[in-house]
C-alpha cells in the first residue's frame, strides 16, 4: 500500500479532507496504518486532480508541490470580490464592455515569467498569521509579488448572461500560481474587474483527471477491501524521471545510506531499482549514485 490514489475532489471539500478520506478508506478497509499527504492544495471552491501519497510515496509529496499543474478557469468580467472568486463580497463593479477578442488579445502577455499579488484570501503567512485568517478579521492584507510562469494559456469558450461576460481559458502553470490573481490580472488588462466562477484542477505533475477517482468510488472500493486496485504505484508520480536497475550488492550500499561508483548512468536523478522493488530517488553525477530519498520496501 504504498504508492498514490488521484481524486477526483469535489467542489467544496479542503485538500486535508480529501487526505482524511482516504485514511479513513485506509482504515475502513482494515489495511493497517499509513502516512498520507497530498500533493498540491486545492482551494475548496476548485474541483480535479488532487494527488494524495500513501507510505512511502509521502516521500515525494515534496516534488509534487513542486511540479507544474493546469487548470481550466471561468472569469466573470464586470465584478470583482473580495476572495477573487464567487463567494466573495463585491468591492468593485465595471460598466466597460468586454468581448471575446479583446481576452484573446492580451492573453500572449502573460505567457512566460510574470509577477503576480497572490490573493488576500490564501494560505500563504502575514507576520507568522495566515492571510486569510487576517482577512477575514477585517484587517488589510499586503502580499509581496511573486515570480512564477505561466507556460501555456488558452481561449476556451464565451458567452453573456445576466449582462455580465464570462471567458473559460485553460492554463499551464508553475507551481505558486494563483489562478484566481490570473484572472484579475486579465480582467484589468481589458479594462475591466472580474473574478472566478469555475475552477478545476485537470492535471498535477503526471497526473491527470484519467488517474482521478470519485468519493463515492474510493469508500466503495475501501467496503468491498480492493483499495489496492486503485493504488498507482509510487513510481507514477516519477514518470519524467529514469530508472536505473541495481545489484544486490549495490541496493544494499544505497539503503545503508552508501553511494555507489561506477554506474552507468547519465547525471541526473534516476529512480533506483532492485528488480520491481523501489530503493530510492537518487542522483547520478560522474558515475556516482547518491541517494536523495531512500525507500523502506
Same mark, same amino acid.
Given at each position: 500500500?504504498?504508492?498514490?490514489?488521484?481524486?477526483?475532489?469535489?467542489?467544496?471539500?479542503?485538500?486535508?479532507?480529501?487526505?482524511?478520506?482516504?485514511?479513513?478508506?485506509?482504515?475502513?478497509?482494515?489495511?493497517?496504518?499509513?502516512?498520507?499527504?497530498?500533493?498540491g492544495?486545492?482551494?475548496?471552491?476548485a474541483?480535479?486532480v488532487?494527488?494524495?501519497?500513501i507510505?512511502?510515496?509521502?516521500?515525494?509529496?515534496?516534488?509534487?508541490?513542486?511540479?507544474?499543474?493546469?487548470?481550466?478557469?471561468?472569469?466573470?468580467?464586470?465584478?470583482?470580490?473580495?476572495?477573487?472568486?464567487?463567494?466573495?463580497?463585491?468591492?468593485?463593479r465595471?460598466?466597460?464592455?468586454?468581448?471575446?477578442?479583446?481576452?484573446?488579445?492580451?492573453?500572449?502577455?502573460f505567457?512566460g515569467?510574470?509577477?503576480?499579488?497572490?490573493?488576500?484570501?490564501? +494560505?500563504?503567512?502575514? $507576520?507568522?498569521?495566515?492571510?486569510?485568517?487576517?482577512? =477575514?478579521?477585517? &484587517?488589510?492584507?499586503? #502580499?509581496?509579488? !511573486?515570480?512564477?510562469?505561466?507556460?501555456?494559456?488558452?481561449?476556451?469558450?464565451?458567452?453573456?448572461?445576466?449582462?455580465?461576460?464570462?471567458?473559460?481559458?485553460?492554463?499551464?502553470?508553475?507551481?505558486?500560481?494563483?489562478?484566481?490573481?490570473?484572472?484579475?490580472?486579465?480582467?484589468?488588462?481589458?479594462?475591466?474587474?472580474?473574478?472566478?466562477?469555475?475552477?478545476?484542477?485537470?492535471?498535477?505533475?503526471?497526473?491527470t483527471?484519467?488517474? +482521478?477517482?470519485?468519493? $463515492?468510488?474510493?469508500?466503495?472500493?475501501?467496503?468491498? =477491501?480492493?483499495? &489496492?486496485?486503485?493504488? #498507482?504505484?509510487? !513510481?507514477?508520480?516519477?514518470?519524467?524521471?529514469p530508472a536505473?536497475?541495481?545489484?544486490?550488492?549495490?541496493?544494499?550500499?544505497?539503503?545503508?545510506?552508501q553511494?555507489?561508483?561506477?554506474?552507468?548512468?547519465?547525471?541526473?536523478?534516476?529512480?533506483?531499482?532492485?528488480?520491481?522493488?523501489?530503493?530510492?530517488?537518487?542522483?547520478?553525477?560522474?558515475?556516482?549514485?547518491?541517494?536523495?530519498?531512500?525507500?523502506?520496501?
Amino acid at each position: 500500500m504504498h504508492g498514490w490514489i488521484i481524486l477526483d475532489k469535489p467542489l467544496g471539500l479542503g485538500s486535508t479532507q480529501g487526505v482524511s478520506a482516504v485514511k479513513r478508506a485506509l482504515r475502513d478497509g482494515k489495511y493497517g496504518k499509513y502516512k498520507v499527504g497530498h500533493g498540491g492544495t486545492l482551494d475548496p471552491l476548485a474541483t480535479g486532480v488532487l494527488p494524495v501519497a500513501i507510505g512511502e510515496a509521502t516521500k515525494l509529496a515534496g516534488r509534487m508541490l513542486d511540479s507544474d499543474k493546469v487548470y481550466d478557469f471561468t472569469i466573470c468580467f464586470g465584478v470583482e470580490t473580495d476572495t477573487l472568486d464567487a463567494e466573495g463580497k463585491e468591492t468593485a463593479r465595471s460598466d466597460t464592455s468586454v468581448d471575446h477578442a479583446d481576452v484573446e488579445d492580451v492573453l500572449v502577455d502573460f505567457i512566460g515569467p510574470i509577477q503576480q499579488v497572490p490573493p488576500a484570501y490564501s +494560505a500563504l503567512k502575514v $507576520d507568522g498569521e495566515r492571510a486569510y485568517d487576517l482577512a =477575514r478579521a477585517g &484587517e488589510t492584507v499586503e #502580499l509581496k509579488k !511573486r515570480d512564477v510562469t505561466i507556460h501555456d494559456l488558452r481561449f476556451q469558450e464565451w458567452w453573456n448572461e445576466d449582462g455580465l461576460q464570462y471567458a473559460t481559458l485553460t492554463a499551464h502553470v508553475s507551481k505558486g500560481t494563483y489562478i484566481r490573481s490570473l484572472a484579475r490580472d486579465i480582467a484589468h488588462a481589458v479594462g475591466s474587474v472580474g473574478h472566478v466562477t469555475y475552477l478545476r484542477r485537470i492535471k498535477a505533475g503526471p497526473f491527470t483527471l484519467e488517474h +482521478a477517482i470519485s468519493l $463515492d468510488k474510493l469508500t466503495d472500493a475501501a467496503k468491498e =477491501r480492493r483499495l &489496492e486496485e486503485l493504488i #498507482l504505484p509510487l !513510481r507514477a508520480g516519477l514518470d519524467d524521471i529514469p530508472a536505473l536497475s541495481l545489484t544486490p550488492d549495490q541496493a544494499g550500499l544505497l539503503r545503508s545510506g552508501q553511494q555507489v561508483i561506477g554506474a552507468a548512468a547519465d547525471d541526473g536523478l534516476v529512480f533506483a531499482m532492485l528488480d520491481d522493488v523501489p530503493v530510492a530517488l537518487a542522483e547520478v553525477q560522474s558515475g556516482i549514485v547518491r541517494v536523495v530519498r531512500g525507500f523502506n520496501l
